[in-house]
Structure formats: C-alpha cells, structure tokens
Nanobody
Framework: QVQLVESGGGLVQAGGSLRLSCAAS????????MGWFRQTPGKQRELVAQ???????NYADSVKGRFTISGDIAKNTVHLQMNSLKPEDTAVYYC?????????WGQGTQVTVSS
C-alpha cells in the first residue's frame, strides 16, 4: 500500500522558517491534488494549502503571504515553505494526497513555534 512520508517539522522561534516535504512511496493512480492540513488538540483538522495537477494553489487565509506550496503531482511530491512563522502555527501537519479513488494521509509531523 502506498504511504506518504513527511519530513521537515521541528521547533523554531517566531519569525523563523521551516520547510515540510512529502513524498509518496509509490505511484498513485489518477492523483489530482496534494496538500497540507494541520491539527491542534481539540480542534478539527484544517486545510493549510493545496496544489492541483494543473498547478492551481489554494491557501488558508491565515497563511496567505507567508506559506508557499510547491510540488510535482506527477512525481507524487509536495513541499510547504513556511516563513514568518507564528506561535499560532504550532500544530501537527499532515500531508494529504487525493485521487479519483482515495484520499491518503501521512503520519503527521510536529511543528512548534516558540514566542
């Protein structure tokens, strides 16, 4: 079974930067979008950013102008460059891959922003 492998989380001071990466362990048939979600305790998982096979991107209002998503859907890889990080960006970040048939999730990577 194809898995999504994430990397790049960690601890950073407010105003700093981190880069998250995600790659699928195999090919995903009819993959049309990849993205990043995040979740904090007691809250629902929320979309951070998404990129489609056509190159269209979508961002949560809270990260616009600070985060940039990039990737190669054909190669099943996606990255999230996070700049000007704020303490409220602290969360577990999950990679997501959506195809016509399924939605896959990574195991999550912790991002902690200290004030």
């Amino acid at each position: 079974q194809v898995q999504l492998v994430e990397s790049g989380g960690g601890l950073v001071q407010a105003g700093g930067s981190l880069r998250l990466s995600c790659a699928a362990s195999g090919s995903i048939f009819r993959l049309y979008a990849m993205g990043w979600f995040r979740q904090t305790p007691g809250k629902q998982r929320e979309l951070v950013a998404q990129i489609t096979s056509g190159g269209d991107t979508n961002y949560a209002d809270s990260v616009k102008g600070r985060f940039t998503i990039s990737g190669d859907i054909a190669k099943n890889t996606v990255h999230l460059q996070m700049n000007s990080l704020k303490p409220e960006d602290t969360a577990v970040y999950y990679c997501n891959a959506r195809s016509t048939y399924t939605s896959l999730w990574g195991q999550g990577t912790q991002v902690t922003v200290s004030s």
